[in-house]
C-alpha cells in the first residue's frame, strides 16, 4: 500500500503557521518545538518540513538534502538542549511510527526526551 500523508495532521498545521508552536529550532529543512505534554523535563519534537508519515517512508523517499538536514536539527536540538553525550547526561529519541507504534501524529517526528532518566526502554 503506498504512503498516504494527511495534510491535516497537526504537525502540518503547525508547519503552515495555521496553530502555534514554542519552537527551539527553525530550519530550511526541519522544524523542532517543545512538545505541548512534555513527559520529561526536555521534551522536544523535531520534524522534517516535507511530507512523511514515518522514519520508513522518510528514510526510502526524502532526499538526501532532507535526509542530512533532519539529520543534523536532532544534533542541534541536543546540543541547544542540553541532553548530548558529549556535553549533557544523555536522552531518548523515539520516532512512533503506524499502528503499533502508537503513533498519534501521523506526520514524522523524533521525540526528543532528556533531563532526566528515561527509563527501560520497553515496560509492556
Ligand atoms: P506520537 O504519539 O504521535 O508519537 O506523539 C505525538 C506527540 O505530539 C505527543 O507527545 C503530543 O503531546 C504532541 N502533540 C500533540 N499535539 C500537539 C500540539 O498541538 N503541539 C505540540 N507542541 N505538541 C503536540
Known amino acids: 500500500m503506498p504512503y498516504v500523508y ?8 503547525i508547519l503552515r503557521g495555521e ?7 527553525d530550519t530550511e529543512y526541519a522544524l523542532a ?10 521534551h522536544v519534537l523535531v520534524i522534517p518540513k516535507g511530507p512523511y ?3 520508513d517512508h522518510f528514510a526510502k523517499e526524502a532526499s538526501d538534502a532532507e535526509i542530512v538536514g533532519f539529520t543534523r536539527a ?25 499502528e503499533h507504534g502508537v503513533q498519534d501524529v501521523p506526520h514524522l517526528h523524533a521525540h526528543i526526551m532528556g533531563g532526566a532518566s528515561t527509563g527501560r526502554m520497553i515496560q509492556s
Not at 494527511?6 to 502540518?12: E, G, K, L, S, T
Not at 518545538?33 to 526536555?42: G, L, M, S, T
Not at 536532532?74 to 503506524?98: E, H, L, P, T
Request: hydrophobic share 40%; glycine share 10%; charged share 15%.
Open 6 to 13: 494527511d495534510d491535516q495532521n497537526i504537525f502540518a498545521k
Open 19 to 25: 496553530i502555534p508552536n514554542n519552537t527551539v529550532l
Open 33 to 42: 518545538f517543545h512538545d505541548i505534554q512534555p513527559q520529561r523535563p526536555v
Open 53 to 55: 508519515v514515518s522514519y
Open 74 to 98: 536532532i544534533g542541534q536540538v541536543c546540543d541547544m538542549m542540553g541532553v548530548s553525550i558529549d556535553a549533557g547526561d544523555g536522552y531518548r529519541m523515539i520516532a512512533n511510527s503506524g
